[in-house]
């Protein structure tokens, strides 16, 4: 572990039976730090962020979080610290949909063991603060995509967590609803501290970033590294603009 680092992958290997998905990754992620992580579809992005959150385990190679091997500990640990410390938004925000949105943001406070008042009370603190204002008692079929995706971002952060993990959280918006859920995530997590590991392929979601890393057949290089591979992002970074995509 670096010494700033929060969390770490240390040549993580992993293999979905004959497909390998991870062949030695290494990333450190400094805490507070928002790093972005980019690269082709397939080259292992996401089951990189499954194993930093110790939702998958490595076949070889080790996981530290916060001074302890995440990839050593049981699934009810495992399962107490994604619950406690890290907070989670997805490409499909994946709302529970029988129920409210105020009820969804609680829901990590809930199965957390606060008590129902308390939970929708914070839960409820959220909705101005995303723009949500009027929308808590809606259920997630009445609400626009990027309603949707603020919601569930609210989730993933209202237990506060250490580490948010976001898994192409604009990839179902348009770039401007994609570019307002980004800036309030950006916004929240340099107020809270939250370090936030960010998967996404689209440069302008990276550029909110304060460092890009890239997965290339499951291994991990830093742009400043990747010579070729960076120039191409960066021209692909000014094309999207000149064509404001
Ligand atoms: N549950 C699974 N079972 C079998 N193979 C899988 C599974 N999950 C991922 N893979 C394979 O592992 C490799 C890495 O997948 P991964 O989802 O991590 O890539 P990615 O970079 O996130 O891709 P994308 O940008 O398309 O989401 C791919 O070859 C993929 O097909």
Request: proline residues 4%; without cysteine.
């Given at each position: 572990?670096?010494?700033?680092?929060?969390i770490?992958?240390?040549d993580?290997?992993?293999s979905?039976g004959?497909?390998?998905?991870?062949?030695g990754?290494?990333?450190a992620v400094?805490?507070?730090?928002?790093l972005?992580?980019?690269?082709?579809?397939?080259?292992?992005?996401?089951?990189?962020?499954?194993c930093l959150?110790?939702?998958?385990l490595?076949?070889s190679?080790?996981?530290?979080f916060?001074?302890?091997?995440?990839?050593?500990?049981?699934?009810?640990e495992?399962?107490?610290?994604?619950?406690?410390?890290?907070?989670?938004?997805?490409?499909?925000?994946?709302?529970?949909?029988?129920?409210t949105?105020e009820e969804?943001?609680?829901?990590?406070l809930?199965?957390?063991?606060?008590?129902?008042a308390?939970?929708?009370?914070?839960?409820?603190?959220?909705?101005?603060?995303?723009?949500?204002?009027?929308?808590?008692?809606?259920?997630?079929?009445?609400?626009?995509?990027?309603?949707?995706?603020?919601?569930?971002?609210?989730?993933?952060l209202v237990?506060?967590?250490?580490?948010?993990?976001?898994?192409?959280?604009?990839g179902?918006?348009?770039?401007?609803?994609?570019?307002?859920?980004?800036?309030l995530m950006?916004?929240?997590?340099?107020?809270q501290?939250?370090?936030?590991?960010?998967?996404?392929?689209?440069?302008?979601?990276?550029?909110?970033?304060?460092?890009?890393v890239?997965?290339?057949?499951?291994?991990?290089?830093?742009?400043?590294?990747?010579?070729?591979?960076?120039?191409?992002i960066?021209?692909?970074?000014?094309?999207?603009e000149?064509?404001g995509?």
């Open positions: 572990m670096t010494d700033t680092a929060i770490e992958a240390r993580v290997v992993l979905f004959q497909t390998p998905a991870l062949r990754a290494d990333v400094n805490a507070g730090e928002i972005a992580v980019m690269g082709p579809s397939g080259s292992g992005k996401s089951t990189l962020l499954h959150a110790g939702i998958l490595p076949d190679g080790e996981i530290h916060a001074g302890r091997r995440l990839d050593s500990m049981g699934e009810a495992r399962s107490t610290l994604r619950r406690d410390r890290f907070g989670f938004v997805f490409q499909f925000g994946q709302l529970v949909p029988e129920l949105a969804n943001v609680a829901l990590p809930l199965l957390g063991g606060t008590r129902r308390e939970a929708l009370k914070q839960a409820r603190t959220w909705f101005g603060r995303l723009g949500l204002d009027g929308l808590e008692q809606r259920r997630s079929g009445e609400l626009s995509g990027g309603q949707a995706q603020r919601v569930a971002l609210a989730r993933g237990n506060r967590p250490e580490i948010l993990f976001a898994d192409e959280p604009t179902s918006l348009d770039s401007l609803t994609g570019e307002q859920v980004m800036d950006v916004t929240v997590a340099r107020e501290g939250t370090t936030v590991v960010l998967v996404t392929h689209e440069p302008r979601v990276a550029a909110y970033a304060d460092r890009e890239i997965v290339r057949d499951g291994r991990v290089h830093s742009l400043a590294a990747e010579g070729i591979g960076a120039e191409r960066g021209a692909e970074r000014i094309g999207a000149r064509t995509s």
